[in-house]
């Protein structure tokens, strides 16, 4: 089945350092990948999201590039700041009519 | 614009009560889901309507749970006798049919079985 795998938190910064969250999927077709972000107290809300090979999606400093070939959607961060401080989940969905499947969450926790 | 919103965003029942909780969806939403998620996890699956048909539904769905969208518009999700294992925050997102169909996710309802 589809699955999601992203890298153990918590993750811990200060401010201004780089932001790598690894996210590897395997996928029973060909999956369009996302990034959600959950803020304490909120629901998720998008962060962004990339539906083929090498597309790169971006938003409010964020980003992550789609390759298949290592079948991964890293999320990455030039200069984080406090208020980056959420949970961060990255997902797929293989069509754009189903389910979509999550990976477990990173909690990222940016210290001033 | 509103977004998706849930009720109640919190629930404390007793084991074997029944609870229900509701989701109304973005207006020009045609497609709403239900997802599960527990502490230290990712939103799981549970069902998935488009306008009023429930097209498809999780193995984790069990009996005990009935989703409704009666006029494709808001969503209901009944729990019968509930069980604590049932504790979990439910989260609703709809979309709308078409190229990107990005979802969009409620606040969630907590609920506690004691």
């Known amino acids: 089945g589809d699955s999601v795998t992203q890298m153990e938190g918590p993750v811990t910064l200060s401010e201004e350092a780089f932001l790598t969250i690894n996210c590897t999927y395997t996928?029973?077709?060909?999956?369009?990948l996302f990034w959600y972000v959950q803020y304490p107290g909120e629901g998720l809300q998008l962060l962004l999201k990339?539906?083929?090979?090498?597309d790169k999606g971006s938003n409010k400093g964020f980003e992550a590039t789609y390759r298949k070939e290592t079948t991964s959607f890293h999320l990455e961060k030039g200069s984080v700041q406090v208020s980056d401080s959420a949970v961060y989940f990255c997902?797929?969905?293989?069509?754009?009519?189903?389910?979509?499947?999550f990976g477990d969450g990173t909690t990222l926790t940016v210290k001033p | 614009d509103t977004g998706v919103s849930q009720d109640p965003r919190h629930k404390i029942t007793k084991r074997g009560q029944n609870v229900t909780f509701r989701c109304d969806p973005i207006?020009?939403?045609?497609?709403l889901y239900w997802y599960r998620q527990t502490l230290g996890q990712g939103p799981e699956f549970l069902t998935y309507?488009?306008?009023?048909?429930?097209?498809?539904k999780s193995r984790l769905l069990s009996d005990r749970f009935s989703a409704e969208r009666p006029k494709g518009s808001f969503s209901t999700l009944e729990i019968q006798r509930t069980e604590q294992g049932d504790s979990a925050m439910y989260l609703c997102?709809?979309?709308?049919?078409?190229?990107?169909?990005?979802?969009?996710f409620g606040p969630g309802t907590r609920l506690t079985v004691l």
């Open positions: 997102a709809s979309s709308f049919e078409g190229f990107s169909d990005t979802q969009y």
């Open positions: 207006s020009e939403h045609n497609r």
């Open positions: 996928a029973t077709g060909y999956p369009s």
């Open positions: 309507f488009q306008n009023e048909a429930q097209l498809e």
């Open positions: 990339a539906t083929k090979a090498d």
């Open positions: 997902a797929l969905r293989i069509s754009n009519a189903g389910k979509s499947t």
